[in-house]
């Protein structure tokens, strides 16, 4: 279940992308959804076909093919890449999603996304966050 809820999670964070991008494949993910956008909006909702699948041992197979699609046009499309995030730790060129779990780590508090290794060796907390609460002292005292 755990991996299911992983999953689940992922598909949501597709689905954000793919809901801004004009390119159709919302549409198409939709299809292939079969009727499931619930799947789009809550990670935690499951209709009882998601749970007769879950005991089934198929449902796990059904979500890796839905973000096996829609993270490859994350990966390829123009506009979707743009929405991307580059790690302000380490400020390596490459993009970097928050639905890459294996690999990156979201800021609970700003949303932004760093590579897991950067946030494990700063330890220090967002940088984003702090030049906010620096720049809002600066404020204050201005």
């Known amino acids: 279940m755990h991996l299911i809820g992983r ?6 964070l597709l689905g954000d992308y ?7 494949a919302l549409k198409e993910l939709s299809k292939r959804l079969n009727h499931r956008d619930y799947l789009l909006e ?8 998601d749970l007769q699948q879950i005991a089934d041992g198929v449902y796990e197979g059904f979500l890796k093919a839905l973000i096996e699609f829609a993270s490859q046009h994350v990966y390829h499309c123009d506009l979707c890449t ?17 639905f890459e779990f294996d690999t990156t780590v979201r800021c609970a508090e700003c ?7 950067c946030q494990a060796v700063v330890k220090k ?17 201005a």
């Open 82 to 98: 743009q929405r991307g995030f580059i790690c302000q730790i380490c400020r390596h060129h490459d993009i970097i999603f928050p």
């Open 18 to 24: 793919l809901g801004l991008c004009r390119s159709g």
């Open 42 to 49: 809550s990670p935690h909702r499951f209709s009882v076909a």
């Open 7 to 12: 999953s689940r999670e992922q598909l949501k």
């Open 125 to 141: 907390g967002c940088p984003r966050c702090a030049r906010r609460r620096k720049y809002q002292e600066q404020n204050v005292f």
């Open 111 to 117: 949303k932004t996304v760093f590579h897991q290794s």
